[in-house]
């Protein structure tokens, strides 16, 4: 199953705008998750793309955001703390509500781990939550920050260095995660818990994956990573984890899987059906499958105009049904009349003038001076085609059913069932 990444932004909780990535399965959305990435990672972060992106391989939409500070949304990360990346999770959550549909799933990696527990019981809507090296506490982070503890309780802040990152460190940072109570949170789950952790994690150790298994309720379940390190680098450990999740959450997606199964019912009724079928999907605003016998595809609408992109738009359709019957009558003929003819490519662009400016109208047409819809076809034919042969061609190319259509006056006749 192929993807699509959506760019997106939206408003953080001290008011920065915050750059997000929407993963979306290229076929039926099974849920929607939320990826938290680490303290010092990004949306972009090789294993949050690569996890996110097999995840959606497998039917679950992920929204990937940066915290306010961090990677390409804006904001002062050293006037934030634990609490406002809880509160640009409720934020994201609250995004996907409100233009997709609620989470059912959300990710946390490391500290990121740490936030999405602490607020899980906010979002009514989730059916699981996964950590992936994730702390037990939200202070555990203090100790990266090593001799520089005693300067920023000092002086109020300093610069530390973390993942080869330098990072504003405010005294009001570590207060809030002295305050934070994740074990507490932990315990008032009532979602399952997927806990996956690396036993050779050595920046988050294995303990943490205990107390935490410890501290939640069933049903929960514990993943250990092998080898993997606490950034989940590798290819192989970043698809396996998208895999478990993938799997552990099908027992959890009752409702989802069921609409999939309804989806999957009546696409084999659909591909019986006469005509060509559309029917919106749900998903974004404007989302539409077409259904033509057992050929299935996406239409949709850029993102400049509210889209997902995940489709040729409406008239780009129009344009390819005309492209597509200029190539395939021009190779009919080329072949009954056993022609050596090249590769036949055809480019159809599409464009409103007002008919007096249109040179190949009627005059009937040029002097009512109303907007027409123009269709410019540039084909290109590979190999040696001489002029007598070219001008035999384009003559071929407007005898093509779609052309005529399109250059006639039809009739579409409409009713509700």
Same mark, same amino acid.
């Given at each position: 199953?192929?993807?699509?990444?959506?760019?997106?932004?939206?408003?953080?909780?001290?008011?920065?705008?915050?750059? !997000?990535?929407?993963?979306?399965?290229?076929? +039926?959305?099974?849920?929607?998750?939320?990826?938290?990435?680490?303290?010092?990672?990004?949306?972009?972060?090789?294993?949050?793309?690569?996890?996110?992106?097999?995840?959606?391989?497998?039917?679950?939409?992920?929204?990937?955001?940066?915290?306010?500070?961090?990677?390409?949304?804006?904001?002062?990360?050293?006037?934030?703390?634990?609490?406002?990346?809880?509160?640009?999770?409720?934020?994201?959550?609250?995004?996907?509500?409100?233009?997709?549909?609620?989470?059912?799933?959300?990710?946390?990696?490391?500290?990121?781990?740490?936030?999405?527990?602490?607020?899980?019981?906010?979002? +009514?809507?989730?059916?699981?939550?996964?950590?992936?090296?994730?702390?037990?506490?939200?202070?555990?982070?203090?100790? %990266?920050?090593?001799?520089?503890?005693?300067?920023?309780?000092?002086?109020?802040?300093?610069?530390?260095?973390?993942?080869?990152?330098?990072?504003?460190?405010?005294?009001?940072?570590?207060?809030?995660?002295?305050?934070?109570?994740?074990?507490?949170?932990?315990?008032?789950?009532?979602?399952?818990?997927?806990?996956?952790? !690396?036993?050779? =994690?050595?920046?988050?150790?294995?303990?943490?994956?205990?107390?935490?298994?410890?501290?939640?309720?069933?049903?929960?379940?514990?993943?250990?990573?092998?080898?993997?390190?606490?950034?989940?680098?590798?290819?192989? =450990?970043? %698809?396996?984890?998208?895999?478990?999740?993938?799997?552990?959450?099908?027992?959890?997606?009752?409702?989802?899987?069921?609409?999939?199964?309804?989806?999957?019912?009546?696409?084999?009724?659909?591909? $019986?059906?006469?005509?060509?079928?559309?029917?919106?999907?749900?998903?974004?605003?404007?989302?539409?499958?077409?259904?033509?016998?057992?050929?299935?595809?996406?239409?949709?609408?850029?993102?400049?105009?509210?889209?997902?992109?995940?489709?040729?738009?409406?008239?780009?359709?129009?344009?390819?049904?005309?492209?597509?019957?200029?190539?395939?009558?021009?190779?009919?003929?080329? %072949?009954?009349?056993?022609?050596?003819?090249?590769?036949?490519?055809?480019?159809?662009?599409?464009?409103?003038?007002?008919?007096?400016?249109?040179?190949?109208?009627?005059?009937?047409?040029?002097?009512? %001076?109303?907007?027409?819809?123009?269709?410019?076809?540039?084909?290109?034919?590979?190999?040696?085609? $001489?002029?007598?042969?070219?001008?035999?061609?384009?003559?071929? !190319?407007?005898?093509? +059913?779609?052309?005529?259509?399109?250059?006639?006056?039809?009739?579409?006749?409409?009713?509700?069932?």
């Amino acid at each position: 199953m192929g993807i699509s990444s959506q760019k997106i932004t939206f408003d953080g909780s001290r008011g920065a705008e915050l750059s !997000a990535r929407l993963d979306i399965p290229a076929g +039926p959305v099974r849920a929607y998750a939320i990826f938290a990435h680490c303290f010092t990672c990004s949306k972009d972060f090789h294993a949050t793309r690569r996890i996110s992106g097999a995840l959606a391989e497998r039917g679950i939409a992920v929204l990937r955001f940066d915290f306010t500070g961090l990677g390409k949304s804006e904001g002062d990360f050293a006037s934030t703390n634990f609490s406002s990346n809880r509160e640009d999770l409720l934020i994201a959550a609250d995004y996907l509500r409100q233009n997709y549909q609620a989470p059912s799933l959300i990710i946390g990696h490391s500290l990121g781990g740490a936030a999405v527990l602490s607020i899980a019981s906010d979002i +009514p809507e989730l059916e699981g939550v996964v950590t992936i090296g994730a702390p037990a506490d939200a202070e555990h982070v203090v100790h %990266n920050f090593g001799a520089k503890l005693d300067e920023i309780n000092s002086a109020g802040e300093a610069e530390v260095t973390l993942a080869g990152r330098k990072f504003s460190i405010r005294r009001q940072f570590l207060e809030d995660l002295a305050e934070s109570r994740v074990e507490e949170k932990i315990g008032s789950l009532r979602v399952p818990l997927l806990v996956m952790h !690396a036993p050779l =994690d050595d920046t988050v150790g294995i303990e943490n994956a205990t107390r935490i298994f410890v501290a939640a309720k069933h049903p929960k379940s514990f993943i250990s990573l092998d080898k993997a390190d606490h950034f989940v680098s590798g290819v192989r =450990d970043a %698809n396996f984890v998208a895999g478990m999740i993938a799997q552990w959450s099908d027992r959890y997606l009752d409702a989802s899987q069921g609409s999939a199964a309804a989806q999957s019912a009546e696409s084999e009724q659909e591909a $019986d059906v006469e005509g060509t079928l559309v029917r919106e999907t749900l998903n974004g605003k404007y989302q539409n499958t077409m259904r033509n016998g057992k050929h299935l595809a996406f239409v949709d609408e850029p993102v400049s105009v509210g889209g997902l992109d995940t489709g040729p738009t409406p008239y780009g359709l129009l344009g390819g049904a005309l492209g597509a019957c200029t190539s395939i009558t021009m190779r009919m003929y080329a %072949n009954f009349k056993k022609l050596d003819v090249g590769r036949i490519s055809v480019r159809v662009v599409h464009n409103k003038k007002h008919a007096k400016d249109c040179e190949t109208c009627t005059r009937e047409q040029r002097d009512s %001076n109303a907007k027409i819809d123009v269709f410019e076809r540039i084909i290109t034919v590979e190999g040696d085609v $001489d002029s007598q042969l070219e001008e035999k061609l384009l003559e071929i !190319a407007d005898k093509c +059913p779609v052309h005529k259509t399109l250059e006639k006056s039809s009739v579409v006749e409409t009713r509700i069932e």
